[in-house]
């Protein structure tokens, strides 16, 4: 089930990127980065059609990837590099190239946006979009370059290379298309990562962590501490909670220490027992 489970999202990642490309990108001749901005270079040029160039570039980058990355990154790939150009071209065809608005910013933003979230469903899957994604593995494994660099740096070469046929105006929104899916992307690989970091100093450590473990069923870790000015020796309890529990926790904590202080902050993922491996209880 959980195969299955990873193999509707990146069907669904890769749906979301072609709806991006037939409805706002194509129909108002916005340049991107990529496979699929190399393919607009290709149609513009030499008249292939961006469904047949990205089909066929895939292929080629998913052999290449295969032969010098192995089977196990064959494996992830081969879903994206049949299924994306396949739906787009049936996209292509059902709308017969028109979109959703002439608004060159409103196509902007919403492609940037579908853009985002389909590559960040794709690679929270554990999977990769395949094409313009394997270069930069290629070259990470062989030179040892930074796979983010390198692709910032070819997506800013296929942007240049549009120029033959983009007014500077379209470069700027391609510009803009690149770096709003990029945060996009970020902000969805870091959905329900996020966690906020709680620690209570306190002369009632040990009755918050109590609390904290009974009430909210967290873990708590008690860490000795010693007062700066009073010396006074005593415990800081730490734990991790969701933001939703946060207020809880400052709840629980004051109605057993008002003066207690506490110290907040956000982390970005947390890993081990109670988050990504199922509790234990003793």
């Known amino acids: 089930m959980n195969n299955i489970k990873k193999i509707l ?3 669904l990642g890769n749906t979301l990127y072609a709806l991006a490309v037939a409805l706002f990108i194509l129909p108002n ?4 980065g990529g496979t699929t901005g190399l393919a607009l270079v290709f149609q513009h040029q030499l008249g292939i059609p961006v469904s047949a160039f990205v089909g066929v570039f895939n292929v080629v980058m998913f052999i290449l990837g295969g032969i010098v990355l192995g089977k196990s990154f064959a494996l992830t790939t081969i879903i994206s590099t049949f299924y994306y150009p396949f739906i787009l071209s049936i996209f292509e065809k059902a709308l017969g190239g028109s979109g959703m608005t002439n608004d060159t910013m409103l196509a902007t933003i919403f492609a940037g946006l579908l853009i985002g979230a389909g590559i960040g469903m794709v690679i929270r899957a554990g999977a990769s979009t395949g094409g313009m994604d394997i270069p930069p593995l290629i070259l990470n494994k062989k030179l040892n370059l930074s796979v983010s660099g390198t692709m910032s740096v070819l997506d800013c070469l296929i942007l240049l290379t549009q120029m033959l046929f983009a007014s500077q105006e379209k470069i700027l929104y391609g510009i803009l298309l690149v770096l709003l899916y990029t945060m996009v992307l970020d902000k969805v690989l870091m959905i329900g990562k996020n966690q906020m970091q709680i620690k209570i100093i306190s002369e009632k450590s040990e009755a918050i962590s109590e609390i904290i473990r009974t009430k909210l069923d967290r873990g708590t870790t008690l860490i ?6 009073t010396r006074q020796e005593s415990y800081a309890v730490l734990t991790v909670v969701s933001s ?7 709840d629980l904590a004051m109605e057993i220490d008002p003066n207690a202080f506490m110290i907040i902050n956000q982390v970005n993922e947390v890993r081990g027992r109670g988050f990504t491996l199922h509790k234990e209880y003793m």
């Open 9 to 11: 999202i990146i069907l």
């Open 29 to 32: 001749n916005l340049i991107t």
């Open 224 to 229: 000795h501490s010693e007062g700066g000015h």
């Open 244 to 250: 939703r529990e946060l207020s809880k926790v400052n």
